[in-house]
């Protein structure tokens, strides 16, 4: 299934300038791969070197968070659409 | 060069004391004039970090979204965010959350006008953060000059 991924303005930078990129996969996680591969840095910058995404970088498909969907429900289907969203923090160490 | 405009710095001076105990923060909007980044005005947000309000400040998704859509619709850009702080120098939180391209601004207040601040850019790449120049500049002082001349 091809499926459109959104990014937020600072992630285009490490992926060319692109705010939307298409790509192929049957699930949310194949997808998120497949956009890891084809963009190092954007992979680099956003995955953890336990293979998740950071916390603060939110994925939402049709506009719910992935991290509250169950799995059957992450199954890319027709239009469907990914966007990229990150969370904003900072403060004293 | 990084221009900011006075006007943004009086919105920050409001801001801050608006909540003198707690982290200010919100939305840098702005554009590129092809020779200057121009700081032109900013969104204030509320701080999301319920726990740790007087330390560290949050801006979540929803907020992050709203702000870019509310930059497009007066056809400006989201630059980045500012937030209060004693010391007004990134430490490791905050490198630790910076995202590339955005322009951080931090600033407390001397008195009730005040605004000191700084500006700096994450690169991701090297990961640390960039100390930006500023230049600040009045838009009602062109706007006059403009009538006068």
Redesign the interface.
């Given at each position: 299934m091809r499926v459109k991924v959104f990014l937020?303005?600072?992630?285009?930078?490490?992926a060319n300038g692109k705010k939307v990129i298409e790509l192929e996969g049957e699930t949310v996680g194949e997808v998120i791969n497949n956009l890891f591969e084809k963009y190092y840095?954007l992979g680099k910058?956003i995955g953890t070197d336990g293979g998740r995404i950071k916390s603060?970088i939110?994925i939402?498909l049709n506009g719910k968070d992935v991290r509250f969907l169950r799995d059957e429900e992450k199954i890319i289907g027709i239009e469907d659409q990914l966007k990229i969203?990150?969370?904003?923090?900072?403060?004293?160490? | 060069m990084i221009k900011v405009n006075s006007t943004l710095l009086n919105s920050l001076a409001e801001h801050f004391h608006s909540k003198e105990n707690e982290i200010v923060c919100g939305a840098i909007l702005g554009f590129n004039s092809g020779s200057d980044l121009i700081l032109d005005s900013v969104i204030n947000l509320e701080n999301e970090n319920y726990e740790l309000r007087n330390s560290r400040y949050l801006i979540s998704p929803a907020q992050y979204e709203s702000a870019e859509n509310s930059a497009a619709e007066k056809g400006l850009n989201l630059l980045g965010f500012y937030h209060s702080s004693g010391i007004i120098e990134p430490g490791e939180y905050d490198k630790k959350h910076a995202l590339p391209e955005f322009v951080y601004l931090l600033f407390n207040c001397s008195g009730r006008h005040k605004v000191n601040f700084t500006l700096w850019k994450f690169n991701s790449d090297k990961d640390f953060f960039e100390f930006l120049d500023a230049e600040v500049f009045n838009e009602v002082f062109y706007n006059q000059a403009a009538v006068a001349v």
């Open positions: 937020p303005l600072p992630l285009r930078t490490l840095r910058f603060t939110n939402y969203i990150p969370t904003i923090a900072g403060g004293r160490d | -």
